[in-house]
């Protein structure tokens, strides 16, 4: 079992930038890659970006290619996505899960989702 809790939503202009925090307390946390998903109002749940058990290995979806970038800390059982650039199309819940690699962006493939934190992109 591992419990996931993200952090670091909020309400950002177009063109502004974020932190989202996931945490995952517990000895586990080293076995599992993370991955970071999206989902907006009446759309299906989207992979974002993935990180390997170590960090070395990340991966991201196109649409936000060049745009975030995703770091982990295992040292605070952390992995931190840092969206840049932001969108209105960005606008959604972004949910953390866990998965034993960062292979692909399916959320079928993950276990363990956090609740979710909100990024609003507004003017």
């Known amino acids: 079992q591992l419990q996931l809790v993200e952090s670091g939503g909020g309400l950002v202009q177009p063109g502004g930038s974020l932190r989202l925090s996931c945490v995952g307390p517990g000895v586990a946390w080293n076995k599992y890659a993370i991955g970071w998903f999206r989902q907006a109002p009446g759309k299906e749940r989207e992979g974002v970006s993935c990180t390997s058990t170590s960090g070395a290995i990340s991966d991201y979806a196109d649409p936000v290619k060049g745009r975030f970038t995703i770091t982990r800390d295992n040292a605070k059982n952390t992995v931190y996505l840092f969206p840049d650039n932001l969108k209105p199309e960005d606008t959604a819940t972004y949910y953390c899960?866990?998965?034993?690699?960062?292979?692909?962006?399916?959320?079928?493939?993950?276990?363990?989702w956090g609740q979710g934190t909100q990024v609003t992109v507004a003017s």
């Open positions: 899960a866990a998965d034993y690699y960062c292979l692909e962006l399916k959320p079928e493939t993950y276990d363990f």
